[in-house]
């Protein structure tokens, strides 16, 4: 039975019926990674200590941001952080990587399984995401549904490998670098959800 939409998330019916179709594309900007028209908000509040230890790693916040959609509807606040003393420019090699999101809006988990997936094939080429596919299914078996207020966190940690928490739960940890270099390219990679929301979490 598929998972039942969560309180408060988007309707497709109820957007259908509207006029805007700013709010048809944003929708679909949500789901599918079409950011191409995504913009960044203002810098939000902290949602992350500068500095944190998780997963026996310590790890600094390198940035922040908002993403959004034509400066109309947020979707979450996202923070990067990267192991104590590392910098951008060694992203994706070995090293602890951290991004914690902050939900705007309700989504349910076949929602954001099929937007990073998705991602996943923007950035990735077949070869490689077909060695990933069976953690792939691991990671994604463990999304639930998110509402506004809820947060997700994936830190990546050489001994451990990624681990996917709900607000500060666990529900999965995917081994190899290789899973990590792959997954955190839906943010980070050459073809991200929004190049603008990339550029400003590494500073650039």
Do not use: C
């Not at 994604?140 to 549904?145: Q, S, T, W």
């Not at 928490?165 to 997954?183: Q, T, V, W």
Request: cysteine-free.
């Amino acid at each position: 039975m598929p998972r039942s939409r969560p309180k408060g998330g988007v309707n497709f019916p109820a957007i259908m019926n509207q006029s805007s179709f700013l709010h048809i594309g944003a929708a679909f900007a949500f789901f599918f990674g079409l950011a191409a028209q995504s913009r960044l908000a203002a810098a939000p509040a902290p949602i992350t200590p500068v500095s944190l230890e998780e997963d026996g790693a310590r790890f600094e916040r390198v940035n922040q941001a908002t993403f959004q959609w034509k400066s109309i509807l947020k979707v979450y606040d996202i923070a990067l952080h990267l192991g104590a003393g590392e910098s951008p420019k060694k992203l994706f090699t070995d090293i602890p990587m951290r991004l914690h999101l902050k939900y705007h809006r309700a989504f349910t988990a076949a929602e954001i399984i099929k937007g990073g997936n998705t991602l996943l094939k923007r950035n990735v080429d077949a070869a490689t995401l077909a060695t990933l596919n069976g953690r792939l299914n691991r990671l994604n078996a463990a999304y639930r549904n998110v509402k506004p207020g809820d947060s997700y966190t994936l830190t990546y940690t050489p001994k451990i490998g990624t681990t996917l928490r709900l607000n500060g739960k666990p529900l999965a940890e995917i081994p190899g670098h290789d899973f990590a270099a792959a997954y955190f390219r839906i943010w980070l990679g050459e073809d991200p959800i929004s190049k603008p929301l990339r550029d400003k979490l590494l500073k650039r």
